[in-house]
């Protein structure tokens, strides 16, 4: 459950692309404010194009606004270079595709122990293989540690990358599709499991998705549309 302290705060976040060819400026993201609280679960949901994925790299330090500010756990992201945006990616933000990504020639614990390698804390570093092996087997993988990605099937490889998301015990996962590129039983599999994760490791969740019935499974839905982000109603997605 939220406990009502801020996690994320995005205060009039705006994001124009600028075409290299000379043609007209983009402003995909307007002015957007907005608060997730600790432990929150929140969906995003929109039409395609609508900037949901350039919402949640700016969320997750991947990418910046063109003006307004971020903050996480009350650090203004706006004010660090890319050096220390890299440390707080590592070691407070999970992100979760909805490809993979994992790497095809490590085992399945390898995948998930490659975010501690690069920890600056060593209690972490060194605790990271216990956690990896408790989380595995919390996502049904215990027997799978020494698999392949190409030996699992595609929602097995999905909770893998969750389990990589969550290795170093992030403030933040972030989702982009997660279940996008899996056929229903393996997305139903793994929405539930993002749920239980959220509340299990008291971590606050934002996902991307076009699966509605993932997304209400979240403590708030919010739709991007025309550069605004507002609490999604079923009738918002009826208008022309
Ligand atoms: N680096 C970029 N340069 C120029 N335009 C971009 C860039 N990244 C995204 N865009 C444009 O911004 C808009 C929003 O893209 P974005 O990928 O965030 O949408 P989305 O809501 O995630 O779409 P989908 O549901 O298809 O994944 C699109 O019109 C896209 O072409
Ligand atoms: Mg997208």
Same mark, same amino acid.
């Given at each position: 459950?939220?406990? /009502?302290?801020?996690?994320l705060?995005l205060i009039n976040v705006a994001k ?12 995909v993201l307007k002015a957007i404010t907005c608060q997730i ?5 929140v969906a995003i949901v929109g039409?395609?194009?609508s900037g949901k994925?350039t919402l949640l790299?700016i969320m /997750? ?7 307004g ?24 933000? /999970?992100?979760?595709? #909805? ?31 216990? !956690?990896? !092996? !408790? ?12 698999? !392949?990605? /190409? #030996? ?39 929405? #539930? ?5 959220? #509340? ?6 934002v996902?991307v ?11 708030r839905v919010l739709e991007l549309r025309d550069g605004s982000l507002r609490a999604y109603?079923?009738?918002n997605?009826?208008?022309?």
């Open positions: 459950m939220p406990t /009502g302290k801020i996690t705060n124009r692309f600028d075409p290299l060819d000379g043609s007209e400026s983009v402003d609280n600790e432990r929150e679960s039409p395609s194009g994925s790299n /997750g330090t991947l990418d910046r606004p063109s003006s500010h971020v903050t996480l756990d009350g650090q203004d992201l706006s004010h660090l270079d890319d050096v220390q945006l890299a440390a707080v990616r590592n070691s407070r933000i /999970g992100f979760v595709f #909805q490809s993979h990504h994992l790497l095809p020639q490590c085992t399945v614990l390898e995948n998930v122990l490659v975010p501690t390698l690069a920890s600056k804390d060593k209690a972490l570093r060194e605790s990271g293989e216990s !956690r990896a !092996r !408790r989380l595995l087997d919390r996502v049904g993988l215990g027997p799978r540690l020494s698999h !392949r990605p /190409g #030996q699992l099937s595609g929602g097995e490889r999905q909770r893998v990358a969750v389990v990589r998301a969550l290795i170093n015990g992030p403030k933040l996962l972030l989702a982009d599709e997660p279940t996008g590129a899996l056929d229903r039983a393996a997305a139903e599999n793994l929405g #539930q499991l993002l749920v239980e994760l959220n #509340q299990e490791e008291g971590v606050t969740m996902i998705t076009h699966a509605l019935d993932l997304a209400r499974r979240m403590d109603r079923a009738d997605t009826e208008r022309t």
